[in-house]
Structures are given as structure tokens and as C-alpha cells.
């Protein structure tokens, strides 16, 4: 049975919608699917009739992540900007031209990256550490004498923002609000318009503060570079580094203890070993990558990519989590392609990949979290079957709607700054 929406934007012949369930609830089973019926390069429609490419094979996706000349992370090239109404929900995700890290190309992204990831070096990791070992027991202190938790809810998805809410300089009262416009953002609902203006508003107000109030912080460092940039170039930064870090890092989290808790190969973590942890972490960023679409690069010119003809200003969404799991490069391969392997896509690729110093901050900031969770907590389990876990409803995002689990109950800690 179709839906009133898809009633009024029926989808072209060939072309698969980028919507509904399975995407959420078999999505690699989806892509083998898209794989065999499609090529490496799919059409695919987005919500309102938007055409798009999305690339789910592992060759092609080198193709474009390698080649920032042809598909430039570009979206002023976009040939659908006269058909996009303003209120398109998925438009916080996919970007419009602005200057900012994420939505320019060539020398002028370069010109932000050489202001961001000094910025990003300059975070002490052993600091860093610290603090998310402190917010961990904090939060764990608010649930660990019930012996039940969500733990998305709870643990995985405000431990992150805290944390980066704590770089960049904000208060701790703000770190939930943050939390909130960045989550719907990303499921692209009707209320994501809505959340990205809450969003900016934050930013706005955080970097006039620390223009008046500088300090030891990341915000403080990046308004000290010596070329200067303008305020909204600074804001529209910051809402990339922390749109870009805090979902992706919580998935990572809820996406390695769920892995954890319900395969046996794990077990050995739950009484305090610590290679596992490093293990299951790196298997999440091949087989549950926490982005699983991006969006997006644009095409410079007509071209070809796999079998399909790509004309100028075309959006390619990169399906990185359906490259990572690609049969054609995997099928040669033993279970032990996780084992030190870091040729996966999850951050993805190319001059537009996520910083190397982000990538450190958001392995800490996980890892951190799931060792002082399963110090605390060493017998927890899961409260439901593992089949009943559901996802979040988003074709970008892959991680859990919820994660149940029970424990013994044990005293907080407390005394934590």
C-alpha cells in the first residue's frame, strides 16, 4: 500500500525511493538488492520527487571521493535548486551555498580547513579523556541504582554533546538543547527547518560570547587565527564540526555495545578486557557505519560513473555504508578484514573526509564511554531481545532508536566536577 506522499509523487520507473523501513530494518539485504538490480550507482528518488545518484559500490565510491575536481562537494552546481521550496525538510542535511567548511570547495574550502583543524589538533587528548570519564559517571550516577536504562537515550546520545559542548566552551544546561535540534536535524522530519535555526541560534550566541570572553577553549583558538573570518563563517563552522561529531559518535557508541552485548565473540569485553573494545569499535565502522548516506557531491560535468551517465549538476549521495559492505571487494576477504583494517568509509574519503584530529576525538570520546560504562556496569545485558532493537528511521543515520538493557543495581559515585 503506498502512502498519500508517494501517492502524489509517484516514482519513475527504475528509480528506487530513498524512504521507508528497510532501510532502518535490512538495509544491507536492501543494498545487495540495489547492487544486483541497479549497478554500483543507483537512481534514487528523495522525499518530494528529488532525483539523485546514490553510489553503493566500493570501487566507485574511490572513483568519486578521489576526485574532487569532477564531483566537487559543490552544492551551488546543483541542477534541482529551481524545483527545492524553501521548506524541504531534507535541506539542512544536503546543504545550501554558504560559507563553511562542509559547503565549499576547492581553495576556499582549504581556506577553512587550515583555520578548523589546527583548532581540532590543539585538543589535549589526555584531557579530553578526563573529562569524558567524568561526564560518564555522571551520567551513569542517574541510573545505575534503578539496574535498568535506556542507554541511547540515557548514555550514548548525551555523552557526546557534553563533551563537545565542553570544547568548544559551552555551559552543561546547554548540552541537551544542542543534543535535541542536531537529532531531529538529522532524522530530516518536519520539525528539522525548525531545529537547524535553533541550532545556529546556539552558535551565534556562543561565538559572540567568546569574542567578548575568550578562553581555553576550541571556539576561543578558532577566533584567534590570524586570518580573520567573518561571524557567520565562524557559526556555520561550529555547526559543522558539532552536526558532524555528535550523532556519528553516539551511533558509534550504541552501535559497539549493542555489537558487545549480543555477539559472543564480545563476551570477553564484559569482564573488563579492553582489545575487545578496540575490536568491536573498528567492526562497527565496517558493517554498522554510523553514516550510512552522505550527502553529497555534485557533478562538475556530464560524465560516466559504472554504467550510468551522470550530467552536470547531478547530486551523488555516497553510500558508505553499502561500499563497506560491498561483496565484489569483500568476497575474497576473511572475517578478519576488521582486524587492524582502516580502508573502510565510515569517515569517508578524499580532500572532504572528516579531519584526522575529529576522527581521534570521536574514538575517545566512544571509547571512553563504553570502558567507563562497562567498569561501572560490568553485568549489564540487554532487556529485550536482540530481533526487537530498532533503529532510528533515517536512510542517512544508522543507529538505535533505543537500546534496553538491565543490570545489578550499584551506588553512584558522585563528586564528580
Not at 523501513?21 to 518530494?48: C, I, K, S
Not at 554533546?161 to 538543547?177: C, E, I, K, N, Y
Request: hydrophobic residues 40%.
Amino acid at each position: 500500500m503506498t502512502s498519500p506522499e508517494q501517492q502524489r509523487c509517484p516514482v519513475r520507473p527504475g528509480v528506487v525511493p530513498l524512504s521507508g523501513p528497510r532501510f532502518h530494518t535490512d538495509p544491507h539485504q536492501l543494498y545487495n538488492e540495489m547492487r544486483r538490480e541497479h549497478g554500483a550507482v543507483v537512481a534514487v528518488e528523495l522525499p518530494g520527487g528529488v532525483p539523485a545518484w546514490l553510489v553503493v559500490g566500493y570501487r566507485e565510491m574511490h572513483q568519486v571521493t578521489n576526485s574532487p575536481e569532477l564531483f566537487p562537494r559543490d552544492v551551488s552546481l546543483w541542477n534541482q535548486w529551481g524545483s527545492i521550496p524553501d521548506d524541504w525538510p531534507l535541506l539542512p542535511m544536503v546543504g545550501q551555498p554558504m560559507p563553511s567548511i562542509y559547503f565549499t570547495a576547492g581553495a576556499e574550502h582549504r581556506r577553512h580547513l587550515a583555520m578548523v583543524e589546527p583548532a581540532l589538533e590543539s585538543v589535549d587528548p589526555f584531557e579530553l579523556r578526563r573529562v569524558c570519564e567524568s561526564l560518564a559517571d555522571r551520567l551513569i550516577d542517574a541510573f545505575c541504582g534503578r539496574g535498568t536504562a535506556d542507554l541511547m537515550a540515557e548514555f550514548a546520545e548525551p555523552l557526546p554533546v557534553l563533551a563537545l559542548a565542553a570544547l568548544l566552551g559551552f555551559s552543561d544546561a546547554d548540552g541537551p538543547h544542542l543534543a535535541w535540534s542536531m537529532k531531529v536535524m538529522a532524522n530530516g522530519g518536519a520539525d528539522a527547518q525548525s531545529a537547524h535555526l535553533q541550532f545556529m541560534g546556539h552558535m551565534q550566541r556562543l561565538v559572540a560570547h567568546k569574542k567578548a570572553m575568550p578562553g581555553d577553549d576550541l571556539v576561543s583558538r578558532m577566533l584567534a587565527y590570524p586570518t580573520p573570518f567573518t561571524d557567520e563563517e565562524y557559526v556555520n563552522d561550529l555547526m559543522a564540526i558539532t552536526a558532524a561529531g555528535h550523532l556519528t559518535t553516539c551511533d558509534w557508541l550504541g552501535n559497539s555495545v549493542r555489537l558487545m552485548l549480543t555477539d559472543d565473540r564480545f563476551a570477553a569485553a564484559l569482564g573488563g578486557g579492553r582489545r575487545s573494545i578496540s575490536q568491536a569499535m573498528n567492526e562497527v565502522l565496517w558493517e554498522e557505519s554510523p553514516t550510512s548516506i552522505l550527502a553529497g557531491r555534485w557533478a562538475a560535468r556530464d560524465t560516466r560513473l559504472a554504467d550510468k551517465v551522470i550530467r552536470a549538476g547531478d547530486l551523488l549521495l555516497l553510500g558508505l555504508a553499502a561500499a563497506n559492505t560491498d561483496p565484489h571487494v569483500r568476497q575474497h576477504v576473511s572475517d578478519s578484514v576488521h582486524t587492524g583494517n582502516n580502508a573502510h568509509f565510515a569517515f569517508s574519503h578524499g580532500e572532504y573526509r572528516c579531519p584526522f584530529p575529529a576522527q581521534h576525538i570521536a574514538e575517545i570520546i566512544a571509547r571512553t564511554g563504553i570502558e567507563v560504562l562497562l567498569d561501572r556496569l560490568p553485568d549489564i545485558d540487554l532487556s529485550v531481545p536482540a530481533q526487537h532493537l530498532l533503529r532510528r528511521p533515517s536512510p542517512f543515520m544508522h543507529g538505535m532508536a533505543s537500546l534496553p538493557v538491565h543490570f545489578s543495581p550499584v551506588r553512584a559515585v558522585g563528586g564528580f566536577q
